[in-house]
């Protein structure tokens, strides 16, 4: 993975020095809290409901085992013992009094990382495929790009106040796990017919109050050129993105608006940048530079193609079978595979981590991952570089750890908010609701009988939760000062079983919190009973049906809400 | 970066009663509304300092043709969270290679010099109650910057080793000594 030069160190040193000044400028009244939010918001700190929330940057989701065990020590010193892995691939704490904030970025800068542009309305940390640079369906390894992205994105000074946020997602792969094309820029990387390397480049994707997936701007870019054509798109977003309206700030409503406009204005910025700016192809990516960052994301020693395939013991369990199916995935290097830990399971919030899950999750990572991590974009870690013949010692760690639900991708696989129990913004709580379809569907056979599926729960129409793009979307509304949750179905995130990107569609008015786990029970009941395969999937069902028989299974579950309407 | 002192800057604007004058007699160093200026261009002396304050909703393109007889342009911050006037400031010197004074004007706080200076603004007019004392401070912090900027054009990686750190140092010691 990335290894800091001498030269990022010092930046992100000066950066939390930088952070240090304001500070206590803010601490002795010279900087306003009003104006020091904008500046704290863009290294990662909230002020939330019960203190400031840090959210810390993983560049595109890789991690080293020194680097969670600085943010296991975090958890433990300076915050309650747990952090939140998010849809983003960041962490999050909760509990971090703000007086320390300076320190804790301290001690992030002295493992290379830190909380620049993980908040604010400027280009956010980028994301991308947890299985980047290992997956066996990998076209291009994005790591290297989505590092040169970081660097190029971090601190730009003209574009730290747009008029909203704006996320990146990159992938290199077939399968889309970075859900693209749900980006304000989504890259897809390709080869094309000479073998030369390029992007897919998607705009105007997001979720929020108006979901829209985004337009194809441009089907086939050079990658040495991708620095520039951004440049030009958050360039006309920056001058021409709305102001006015906070819901109608982010550049999906732009690209809406203008159409075809946008993509001709795009295209004339970019050949403008190249053709009449002062040394205007600076930014065109070199190969002595790629090569440079490439030369960090080599195969870790030690990992070489190995024929010690895995023996599967005669005596071993129908669970390390199902771990298998479920938690471990193919990899581009013969006797090597991709393992996840699963951080949904009963009891801990989805993407929840303890500061000591964290510390044995680098130790797993240590003794079976050369050291490295991910963490997946459905909020679990992943063990990128596991030999085949180590699986079952790891199954057993795994599981005295706690990391060997074998639900990646099933049901109680969640993607889940903080919600109402953390976050300022939201209308609704968002782990109770998790915690109790989690509870409802324990029985590990049920839920491979009811098979893929994204179940995506957001507590509030910022959409953290994902849930426009889940095949059931829940989402926390407020209404009178109480909780309601409105359920959609349909909604897919671009991966190959969802086979496409659309939000879902609402079925029906809001639903109180305790009639949500039965309107869940009673949409899957109505899926196994209309299938017409066991080998069909939930969403193959939902879109062959339609939303008519669900809606009916889910009404007939109105308890306080039939009362109320 | 100057830092504008209001009580001895030379530039002022020309004001009535009723807002900005419509007729007006050309004098140095007058900061004229884009309206004014257009009204008064025909007319005015090449050897009459003249800028023009330009709103941060305008294109800057609409301007290119008058940038050789500008010495000045105001861009304005109505908010300081608004980042409009960076782009502009930004095509202004590598697009438009303008070679007079760009002054970041309206809610210009501390935090943002770094990026003003980058972008490529060399004066400042604080809002009254910032700290120049800090603003100074909060051009010294980063050894250099990963993009290009009004500075350098040149991204870190286009550098040669060895000059990472060069124009900040340059930079700050240029600021300095005004």
Not at chain 1, 542 to 550: A, E, N, S, T, Y
Request: net charge negative; glycine share 8%; proline share 5%.
């Amino acid at each position: 993975m990335y290894a800091y030069t001498d030269f990022d160190k010092h930046f992100v040193r000066q950066r939390a020095a930088q952070y240090r000044d304001q500070l206590e400028r803010n601490l002795a009244g010279t900087l306003t809290d009003d104006e020091f939010r904008p500046l704290r918001l863009q290294n990662g700190w909230y002020i939330q409901r019960h203190a400031p929330m840090l959210r810390i940057a993983v560049p595109y989701g890789e991690l080293n085992s020194t680097q969670l065990r600085a943010l296991a020590r975090i958890a433990r010193e300076y915050d309650r013992g747990y952090g939140h892995f998010t849809t983003r691939q960041n962490i999050q704490f909760n509990w971090i009094p703000l007086v320390k904030s300076a320190d804790v970025m301290e001690l992030l800068a002295s493992v290379d990382m830190h909380g620049i542009q993980t908040s604010g309305n400027c280009i956010r940390n980028i994301t991308s495929d947890c299985f980047a640079g290992v997956a066996a369906d990998e076209i291009v390894d994005p790591r290297p790009y989505c590092e040169i992205l970081r660097q190029w994105s971090t601190l730009h000074p003209e574009f730290a106040f747009l008029p909203r946020k704006f996320k990146i997602a990159v992938s290199g792969a077939h399968e889309d796990r970075a859900a693209i094309a749900w980006h304000d820029i989504g890259l897809q990387l390709l080869k094309n017919d000479a073998g030369e390397v390029g992007f897919k480049v998607l705009v105007g994707g997001g979720m929020g109050r108006t979901p829209v997936i985004g337009t194809v701007i441009n089907e086939f870019l050079p990658w040495q050129q991708i620095l520039v054509f951004i440049e030009a798109i958050v360039r006309v977003y920056n001058r021409y993105g709305r102001r006015d309206n906070m819901y109608k700030a982010r550049i999906k409503i732009l690209v809406k608006a203008e159409g075809q406009r946008f993509i001709d204005d795009v295209n004339e910025e970019y050949k403008n940048i190249l053709e009449r700016d002062l040394d205007g192809s600076a930014h065109i990516i070199t190969q002595a530079e790629f090569n440079r960052v490439e030369s960090h994301f080599k195969v870790p020693t030690g990992v070489v193609a190995d024929e010690n395939r895995l023996q599967i013991p005669s005596d071993a369990p129908a669970s390390f079978q199902r771990w298998l199916e479920r938690n471990v995935h193919s990899h581009q290097i013969a006797g090597y595979r991709a393992v996840t830990l699963s951080l949904k399971r009963t009891g801990q919030a989805p993407g929840d981590a303890t500061d000591q899950q964290m510390e044995l999750a680098a130790n797993l990572a240590d003794r079976y991952s050369s050291g490295e991590l991910r963490v997946s974009h459905d909020q679990n870690l992943v063990l990128p570089w596991v030999k085949e013949s180590d699986l079952f010692a790891l199954w057993e760690a795994a599981r005295a750890a706690s990391f060997a639900t074998p639900n990646i991708g099933l049901l109680t696989d969640i993607i889940a908010c903080p919600g109402g129990d953390f976050c300022a913004l939201a209308n609704a709580r968002s782990i109770p609701i998790a915690a109790a379809i989690t509870e409802r569907f324990e029985d590990i056979d049920e839920l491979y009988d009811i098979g893929n599926i994204d179940l995506h729960i957001s507590g509030c129409i910022n959409s953290c939760g994902h849930h426009h793009s889940g095949h059931i979307g829940v989402l926390g509304v407020d209404k009178d000062g109480s909780e309601w949750y409105q359920i959609t179905l349909g909604g897919l995130d671009g991966s190959a079983i969802s086979g496409g990107s659309a939000p879902g569609k609402v079925i029906g008015p809001s639903f109180a919190a305790d009639e949500v786990p039965d309107v869940i029970e009673a949409v899957i009941d109505t899926y196994r009973l209309e299938r017409n395969a066991a080998s069909e999937r939930f969403i193959d069902t939902v879109k062959r049906i339609g939303l008519d028989p669900f809606k009916t299974a889910a009404n007939a579950q109105r308890r306080t809400t039939a009362k109320a309407e | 970066m100057k830092f504008i002192d209001k009580s001895k800057d030379a530039w002022h604007t020309i004001t009535g009663e009723d807002g900005p004058m419509v007729t007006l007699t050309p004098t140095p160093y007058s900061l004229l509304t884009i309206t004014q200026w257009r009204g008064a261009r025909s007319v005015w002396p090449a050897d009459t300092p003249v800028g023009v304050a330009y709103d941060n909703d305008a294109d800057i393109e609409d301007l290119a043709e008058d940038l050789p007889r500008l010495s000045l342009v105001a861009l304005q911050f109505p908010k300081w969270v608004d980042g409009r006037a960076y782009s502009q400031a930004h095509l202004l010197r590598s697009r438009y290679r303008f070679k007079g004074e760009v002054r970041a004007t309206g809610e210009v706080l501390v935090d943002m010099v770094l990026l003003l200076a980058r972008t490529g603004f060399d004066a400042v007019a604080l809002r009254p109650d910032q700290s120049i004392e800090a603003a100074e401070r909060s051009l010294r912090f980063f050894p250099g910057h990963y993009q290009g900027d009004a500075r350098d054009p040149r991204p870190l990686f286009a550098r040669p080793p060895g000059e990472e750190n060069s124009s900040a140092e340059v930079f700050v010691n240029a600021g300095a000594s005004i």
